[in-house]
């Protein structure tokens, strides 16, 4: 079976409620691995669309999470808000037009292809954008930034 997504505390920002959620779409990646991978064939269930539903979930518990730091970054006036949401949006479009390409080549196996290319869209999100995010939140709340994890080359590699 290919290797399954799990979440890594180096990962986390020190923000729970948005920590919560990250490791929630890894979860739910991990999840789709298990029920789609190319080794799952004999007892994956649902139709013929079964994957491509299942990864649009994925993409809509994406969207909300984005609305939900949305609403934590409106709430403390942070100012880059703006920026934040077009990132979002255009992580959204990135996904939609992937989603779009695996329905009309008809998959309905998770290949190691398609798992990483999920796993680096989500990564690109934790440990990108938000990494900067939570950064300037601790600024912002007089605490200490040196609880977020500095970005690494290799940090979410392997
Ligand atoms: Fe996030």
Known sequence: MSKLPRWREE?????????????????????????????????????ANALIDALAELGELARTHFQHEERFMRAI???ELPEHQREHALMMAEYTALLREWRAEGVTVLTPVIQ???????L??????????????????GGDDRLVP?????????
């Open 11 to 47: 990962w986390s920002l020190n923000i729970d409620v948005i920590d919560q959620e990250h490791r929630a779409l890894i979860e739910r990646l991990a999840d789709l691995c298990l029920r789609f991978c190319p080794e799952a064939t004999p007892t994956r269930s649902g139709g």
């Open 124 to 141: 690109a999100h934790i440990l990108g954008t938000d990494r900067e995010f939570a950064r300037a939140y601790f600024q912002l709340c």
């Open 116 to 122: 990483e290319t999920v796993r680096e869209w989500l």
């Open 77 to 79: 006036g942070f100012e």
């Open 150 to 158: 500095r970005p690494s080359r290799d940090l979410h590699l392997g």
